[in-house]
């Protein structure tokens, strides 16, 4: 059985505390950890400034132990998440959404301080920023998420509610 986890962790750059004082979530990033039969490893599948990286796991543990990121949850993924990984293997080295991230944060500072809901902010075809792609693998398996419109904090809740804490 390949295992597969949906990790979150927070960071301590200035992107990062933006992230967590607009979404109100302590975590500000989220990634895709699974064991590859081709690389006979665990691997990570991350999005972040350099686009869509699929990299190996222990080259990640640095930056996870380091000051600027801490890994602090991982949640078990659906039965069939890395069938679907492998399936949507094209996405990696697609660049980096900034504008579908400043957009859902727009969206939200909007919402919260006027009430006024934003359909469909800024996005750009073809980039993906990292709850985006988690939603979309979500969203594969019947979940009822916005990829476009989801944050970490969108995502560590539908885990808390949804998947079993590892």
């Not at 792609?133 to 990829?147: M, R």
């Not at 476009?148 to 079993?164: G, R, T, V």
């Given at each position: 059985?390949?295992?597969?986890?949906?990790?979150?962790?927070h960071?301590?750059?200035?992107?990062?505390?933006?992230?967590?004082?607009?979404?109100?979530?302590?975590?500000?990033?989220?990634?895709?950890?699974?064991?590859?039969?081709?690389?006979?490893?665990?691997?990570?599948?991350?999005?972040?400034?350099?686009?869509?990286?699929?990299?190996?796991?222990?080259?990640?543990?640095?930056?996870?132990?380091?000051?600027?990121?801490?890994?602090?949850?991982?949640?078990?993924?659906?039965?069939?998440?890395?069938?679907?990984?492998?399936k949507?293997?094209?996405?990696?080295?697609?660049?980096?959404?900034?504008?579908?991230?400043?957009?859902?944060?727009?969206?939200?500072?909007?919402?919260?301080?006027?009430?006024?809901?934003?359909?469909?902010?800024?996005?750009?075809?073809?980039?993906?920023?990292?709850?985006?792609?988690?939603?979309?693998?979500?969203?594969?398996?019947?979940?009822?998420l916005?990829?476009?419109?989801?944050?970490?904090?969108?995502?560590?809740?539908?885990?808390?509610?949804?998947?079993?804490?590892?």
């Amino acid at each position: 059985m390949r295992n597969c986890y949906i990790c979150f962790y927070h960071g301590t750059d200035l992107k990062s505390k933006l992230i967590q004082k607009i979404t109100k979530c302590k975590y500000s990033h989220v990634f895709i950890r699974f064991w590859s039969d081709e690389w006979n490893s665990n691997q990570v599948i991350d999005i972040d400034e350099r686009g869509v990286v699929q990299i190996p796991w222990h080259n990640t543990e640095y930056l996870l132990s380091s000051k600027k990121r801490q890994c602090v949850e991982m949640y078990e993924a659906p039965k069939g998440f890395v069938d679907e990984i492998i399936k949507q293997q094209d996405i990696i080295g697609d660049s980096y959404d900034w504008k579908g991230l400043f957009g859902g944060l727009f969206k939200l500072i909007i919402l919260r301080t006027f009430g006024i809901k934003i359909n469909k902010p800024w996005q750009s075809k073809g980039r993906l920023f990292c709850s985006e792609y988690v939603a979309t693998l979500l969203q594969s398996f019947g979940y009822k998420l916005e990829p476009w419109l989801s944050a970490p904090s969108d995502i560590f809740n539908f885990a808390e509610k949804n998947l079993k804490r590892y």
